[in-house]
């Protein structure tokens, strides 16, 4: 490896951690948006949704100079086309944090309901730690971090249906509560799909390491 592309990779590693930890900041606001009704944060996370917009344009773009500039093979080929993939994944996951924060403000004006402790609890501590740890993956190249958060995927998939069937429950008690747990029912949707980004980091990273492309197999890993 030459020392310039050395230095670019360098510096792209530095870049996909900067958006993630923007990434992760936003997720973690609108979780507590959320769960403590809290509309100002819902309202930040709304405000920089183009400042995580606009890094991921930049780490494409510096992506797409070293290929055309160093023309890398091998791991180094394989890490550029690994940070393309987890540059767009950390934007989508942007998107779903703006998203909950849109929820979180709209069940602010709405009279409160009693939250499942699937999304207090399990799936809000739990995708917190699958995106951090996801993250944490990368920058170490960490196998076995990496599998677990592939492991904890099916954890928050749980607690997404159980959210379906204790709203379903309220709804059918109490009528004046529909509109709130459909709201409730959406984040819960996002979430998941968050849960599943972080996976798809997972398993980015044991391509990157192993050269094994382990999606549509999570369970056997």
Same mark, same amino acid.
């Not at 939250?115 to 920058?139: C, F, H, W």
């Given at each position: 490896?030459?020392?310039?592309?050395?230095?670019?990779?360098?510096?792209?590693?530095?870049?996909?951690?900067?958006?993630?930890?923007?990434?992760?900041?936003?997720?973690?606001?609108?979780?507590?948006?959320?769960?403590?009704? +809290?509309?100002?944060? %819902?309202?930040?996370?709304?405000?920089?949704?183009?400042? /995580?917009?606009?890094?991921?344009?930049?780490?494409?773009?510096?992506?797409?100079?070293?290929?055309?500039?160093?023309?890398?093979?091998?791991?180094?080929?394989?890490?550029?086309?690994?940070?393309?993939?987890?540059?767009?994944?950390?934007?989508?996951?942007?998107?779903?944090?703006v998203n909950i924060a849109n929820r979180a403000l709209s069940l602010c004006r709405e009279?409160?309901?009693?939250?499942?402790?699937?999304?207090?609890?399990?799936?809000?501590?739990?995708?917190?730690?699958?995106?951090?740890?996801? !993250?944490? %993956?990368?920058?170490?190249?960490?196998v076995d971090l990496a599998r677990q958060v592939i492991q904890m995927d099916d954890e928050?998939?749980?607690?997404?249906?159980?959210?379906? /069937?204790?709203?379903?429950?309220?709804?059918?008690?109490?009528?004046?509560?529909?509109?709130?747990?459909?709201? !409730?029912?959406?984040?819960?949707?996002?979430?998941?799909?968050?849960?599943?980004?972080?996976?798809?980091?997972?398993?980015?990273?044991?391509?990157? /390491?192993?050269?094994?492309?382990? +999606?549509?197999?999570?369970?056997?890993?």
């Open positions: 490896m030459s020392l310039h592309l050395q230095h670019d990779l360098t510096a792209l590693n530095k870049e996909i951690l900067h958006l993630g930890t923007m990434v992760e900041t936003a997720i973690n606001k609108a979780i507590r948006s959320l769960v403590d009704r +809290r509309p100002e944060l %819902a309202e930040s996370v709304i405000k920089e949704e183009h400042l /995580v917009n606009r890094k991921e344009v930049e780490i494409e773009e510096h992506c797409l100079q070293i290929l055309a500039l160093h023309q890398p093979v091998a791991t180094d080929l394989r890490l550029i086309v690994v940070i393309l993939k987890v540059n767009n994944d950390l934007e989508r996951m942007g998107d779903f944090a009279a409160p309901i009693p939250y499942p402790s699937e999304i207090t609890k399990t799936m809000s501590r739990g995708i917190s730690m699958m995106v951090q740890n996801s !993250l944490d %993956a990368l920058v170490k190249l960490d928050i998939d749980e607690a997404n249906r159980q959210m379906y /069937v204790e709203l379903q429950a309220l709804m059918e008690q109490d009528s004046s509560t529909i509109k709130q747990a459909i709201e !409730l029912l959406s984040t819960s949707r996002y979430l998941e799909r968050i849960a599943d980004l972080a996976t798809n980091i997972a398993e980015e990273v044991i391509f990157i /390491v192993e050269g094994e492309v382990v +999606r549509h197999q999570a369970h056997k890993t």
